[in-house]
C-alpha cells in the first residue's frame, strides 16, 4: 500500500439529517470516530415531492413506484394535472431552482468533508420516455448546485433497466459535459443476485454456462463505454449483494473503483457479536485498498450487530488497513506512487543513463545477490587454483564487479579472477575509477577498466575471456537491445566461454486496465497508443486463464535469445553479424478468456536464466516478490476491444529491425465458437507499423 491513509465515509442517512441538519456536526462526530469524510443524500424528501408533482402524472402509480410520463412529453393517456401545475413544471424546467429546504448542503464550507448521494428516485433510465428526460434534468440541475457548492464528487444511483442502458449513459454524459472538475460515479452492485442462484441451481453443464455473472459489470462497461472513458466517470461499487465467484470478483479490480459502498449487513458477526467481514470479502477489499478508494459505511446506526456499537464498522476496516499496509512486499513499498504509471522504457544504449538511475537499480535487494550466486556457480565450474578472465560488460557504476569480486572469495580454493569492466557512458566511468583502488586491494581479484562500446572495442587473443557478465535486459527481456550487443560482445569471449545471463525468455497476456486506457487515450495524440510503456501494474485485470482442454496457458511465451547463439552467423571484419535480421522474431499466440471483458492491451515480462539453477523472473506465477528492478511492459491497444465469455484472442506480435533500429508491431483478433466453428468478431488495427511511433535505436 502506499503509506495513504484509505479514506473511509460515514453514511448520514436522512433520517439522522432530519434530526441534526447541520451538517459541520456530522462531519466533526465522524471525524472523532476515526471517519475521513461523510456521505449524505444530496436533496431532501421534499425536492423529490414537488418534481413528481411536476413531472409523474398519476399519484397512484408514485405510490405503486411506477412512475409515470410526464405532462410535456405528453405520452401517457395518464395525465391528471392540472393547468397550474402544468405551468410550475414548464417553469421548473427552464429555471430549474432549489427551494433552500430541498436540499441538504447550502453552504460552501460544510462541503470540504461531503461526497454526496444524487437523489436516488431519479429515473435516468425509465422505460417512460418522458421521466427519462425529466430526470435527466433533474440530474443536471443536482450536478449544477454540486459544481457551485465545488462538491468533488456526486453518486449516482444504479442504473435499473438494461434495454434503457443508453438513455442512462446518454444523461450521464450529459451531465459530465455540463461540469469542468466534478467526478461522477455510478453505484453499481457487485453482483445480480438472480445471476448468482441461477448458477447455483443449474445442472453442471448449464451452471458452467451460466457461471459468469456479469450482468452489472456489462452495465457498468456499456455505461463507461458510451460516455468516452471519461475520466471524470468512476464505480461506487456495492457490496450489498453476494460476491460472485473469485474468477468473476478479479474483473472489478481493472475499473475506476472510486468508492465501495459496505452496508452494515455485509458484515457478520464474530463469536463475540462483533461486525467482520468473510474471508473473500476481507481479501477483495484488502486488494482494493491499494488504489486508495473511499469506502462508505452505510447503516452502522442500525444496531445490526450486537457488539462494538457503530464504531466497530470503522474500527475494522482500520485494523484491516493496518493489516495490509504490514504485508505490503519490498516492491508495493518502493513502487508507491508509481502504480499504474506509464513510463517510457530506458533506452540505455542511446542514453547514457544518470547516477540517480544507477542508485535506484542498485537498491534492488534480488537482483545482484542472483548474478552472485550465479557467478559463484560459474567459479565453481571452473579449476581450483586457477584464474578466470571475467568481461562485465554494461559495468554501469560497478556493482556486478563487486559481485564477482564477492563470488570469487566465496568460491576459495585458490581461485582467482581478472575483470574487464566495460561501461560505454563516460560519466559512470568516473564512478568506475574511484571505485579502482578498492577493488585492487583484492587478494584474489584484479580489475581493468575499458571505456567504449561492448560491440566495437578490440581484444587480442589472449585478452579473451572465460565468463561473460552482462544485465542489458528490459522488461520485456530484449527490449533495451540486449540481443544486439551480446552479439557484438561475444568476440570478447573464448569459445566454449559462458555468458551469464545464458538465454532470455519474453512472456505475454492480455490485460484489461480501463485506467491505463484512459491515460493513453487522453494523452491526445495518436503516438501515446502506439507504444509500449513499463508499468507498474495495479488497477490490471489479466483477461485470459489457463485452458487444459486446449493446452493454453494464462501467460504465453513469445520467443527466446541465446548467448552464445547456437547459430554460425556470417561476420563482418570486426567479428560482429553482418546484419541484424537474425534478431527478427514473430509471435502468434491464441489466449482463452473465461469471462467477458474488455481488453485494452498486452502485458509483457520476461524470464532470464544466468547460470545453474539461478533465474531472474517477472513471470506473475514465479517472479520474486522482493525484486525491484523491472516493473513489467505495457503494450496498449488503441481501442477497448469487447470479449465475450468464453471467447478467443489471437495475438500477434512482432520484434522487427533493419540494422539501425529495434521496433515492435502488435496486433489482436478476437473469436467466438459457434457450433465448434471460430468465428471471429473483432479485431484492431496493426500498432507501430513499421516504427512509425516507436523505435530502439542501434
Ligand atoms: C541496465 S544498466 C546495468 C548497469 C550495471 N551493470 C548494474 O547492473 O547496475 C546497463 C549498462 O550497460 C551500459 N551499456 C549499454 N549498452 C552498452 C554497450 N553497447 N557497450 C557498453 N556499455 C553498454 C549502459 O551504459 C549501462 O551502464
Redesign the pocket.
Known amino acids: 500500500m502506499s503509506g495513504s491513509r484509505v479514506p473511509i465515509a460515514n453514511h448520514i442517512s436522512q433520517e439522522l439529517l432530519n434530526k441534526n441538519p447541520t451538517i459541520l456536526d456530522h462531519v466533526n462526530d465522524s471525524f472523532d470516530l476515526d471517519y475521513d469524510a461523510i456521505t449524505l443524500p444530496f436533496t431532501k424528501p421534499s425536492w423529490k415531492a414537488r418534481w413528481q408533482r411536476y413531472c409523474v402524472a398519476n399519484e397512484d402509480d408514485v405510490k405503486k413506484g411506477r412512475a409515470r410520463s410526464s405532462y410535456i412529453a405528453g405520452k401517457s393517456e395518464n395525465v391528471v394535472q392540472d393547468r397550474q401545475t402544468a405551468k410550475e413544471a414548464e417553469v421548473w424546467r427552464l429555471t430549474r431552482v432549489y427551494d433552500k429546504g430541498e436540499v441538504n448542503v447550502s453552504k460552501l464550507d460544510e462541503c470540504e468533508s461531503v461526497v454526496a448521494f444524487a437523489s436516488d428516485w431519479l429515473e435516468l433510465d425509465s422505460p417512460d420516455e418522458g421521466i427519462r428526460f425529466d430526470s435527466e434534468m433533474a440530474l443536471k440541475q443536482e450536478v449544477a448546485y454540486a459544481s457551485y457548492l465545488s462538491l468533488h464528487t456526486l453518486i449516482l444511483p444504479a442504473p435499473r433497466n438494461r434495454k434503457f442502458i443508453a438513455d442512462y449513459a446518454r444523461s450521464v454524459m450529459a451531465a459530465l459535459d455540463n461540469t469542468t472538475y466534478l467526478q461522477l460515479s455510478v453505484v453499481i452492485p457487485v453482483s445480480d443476485p438472480a445471476e448468482l442462484e441461477q448458477s447455483e441451481t443449474a445442472s453442471p453443464a448449464l451452471s458452467e454456462f451460466k457461471g459468469d455473472p456479469s450482468s452489472t459489470w456489462e452495465a457498468w462497461d456499456a455505461i463507461r463505454t458510451l460516455c468516452d472513458y471519461s475520466p471524470r466517470l468512476g464505480l461506487a461499487l456495492d457490496l450489498s449483494q453476494p460476491l460472485p465467484p473469485p474468477s468473476a470478483l478479479k474483473r472489478w479490480s481493472s475499473e475506476p473503483t472510486r468508492q465501495i459502498i459496505i452496508p452494515a449487513n455485509a458484515f457478520v458477526g464474530n463469536a463475540k457479536g462483533y461486525p467482520v467481514l468473510s474471508k473473500p470479502c476481507q481479501e477483495f477489499i484488502k486488494e482494493q485498498m491499494k488504489t486508495l478508494p473511499t469506502i462508505i459505511l452505510t447503516e452502522t446506526f442500525d444496531g445490526i450487530h450486537k457488539s462494538g456499537g457503530s464504531k466497530a464498522y470503522v474500527q475494522y476496516l482500520r485494523y484491516m488497513e493496518k493489516q495490509s499496509s504490514d504485508s505490503a512486499t519490498s516492491v508495493e513499498n518502493f513502487a508507491s506512487g508509481y502504480m499504474d504509471w506509464l513510463q517510457a522504457p530506458l533506452q540505455?544504449?542511446l542514453d547514457?543513463?544518470d547516477s540517480t538511475t544507477?542508485e535506484i537499480?542498485?537498491k534492488d535487494p534480488v537482483k545482484y545477490q542472483k548474478y552472485e550466486q550465479a557467478a559463484y556457480l560459474a567459479l565453481l565450474d571452473r579449476e581450483p587454483n586457477s584464474l578466470t578472465r571475467i568481461a562485465?560488460?554494461?559495468?554501469?557504476?560497478g556493482?556486478?564487479v563487486q559481485g564477482a569480486i564477492n563470488a570469487v572469495d566465496a568460491a576459495g580454493e585458490g581461485r582467482r579472477i581478472h575483470i574487464m569492466a566495460?561501461?560505454?557512458?563516460p560519466n559512470?566511468c568516473v564512478t568506475l575509477q574511484g571505485r579502482m583502488d578498492e577493488w585492487n586491494e583484492s587478494k584474489t581479484a584484479t580489475v581493468e577498466l575499458v571505456f567504449?562500446?561492448?560491440?566495437i572495442i578490440e581484444l587480442e587473443e589472449e585478452q579473451k575471456n572465460d565468463i561473460l557478465i552482462s544485465?542489458?535486459l528490459g522488461s520485456f527481456g530484449d527490449n533495451?537491445l540486449s540481443p544486439e550487443?551480446l552479439d557484438?560482445a561475444m568476440r570478447l569471449l573464448k569459445p566454449y566461454g559462458v555468458s551469464i545471463p545464458s538465454y532470455y525468455t519474453s512472456y505475454v497476456a492480455p490485460l484489461s486496465s480501463s485506467k491505463l486506457y484512459n491515460e493513453v487515450m487522453h494523452m491526445g495524440d495518436a503516438k501515446s497508443a502506439e507504444m509500449p510503456y513499463v508499468v507498474m501494474f495495479q488497477a490490471v485485470n489479466i483477461l485470459s486463464s489457463q485452458d487444459k482442454e486446449k493446452n493454453r496457458k494464462a501467460v504465453q511465451q513469445c520467443w527466446s535469445y541465446k548467448h552464445p547463439s547456437k547459430y554460425e552467423f556470417v561476420m563482418d571484419r570486426n567479428g560482429n553479424p553482418m546484419s541484424n535480421y537474425h534478431n527478427t522474431r514473430a509471435a502468434h499466440l491464441t489466449f482463452s478468456i473465461p469471462h467477458a471483458g474488455v481488453l485494452h492491451g498486452l502485458a509483457g515480462y520476461f524470464e532470464a536464466h544466468l547460470y545453474g539453477n539461478v533465474w531472474l523472473s517477472t513471470h506473475p506465477e514465479r517472479y520474486d516478490q522482493e525484486m525491484l528492478s523491472w516493473f513489467p511492459i505495457y503494450f496498449p491497444i488503441n481501442m477497448g476491444v469487447y470479449l465475450p465469455t468464453r471467447s478467443e484472442v489471437d495475438v500477434h506480435l512482432w520484434r522487427l529491425t533493419d540494422n539501425k533500429k529495434v521496433w515492435f508491431e502488435w496486433s489482436v483478433e478476437v473469436f467466438v465458437i459457434i457450433d465448434g466453428n471460430r468465428v471471429k468478431i473483432n479485431q484492431s488495427k496493426l500498432h507501430n507499423h513499421d516504427a512509425k511511433h516507436n523505435r530502439i535505436e542501434l
Request: aromatic share 6%.
Open positions: 540505455p544504449l547514457n543513463l544507477y537499480f542498485e562485465v560488460v554494461g559495468a554501469g557504476r556493482p556486478l566495460i561501461e560505454k557512458n559512470a567504449g562500446d561492448m560491440r544485465e542489458l533495451e550487443c557484438g
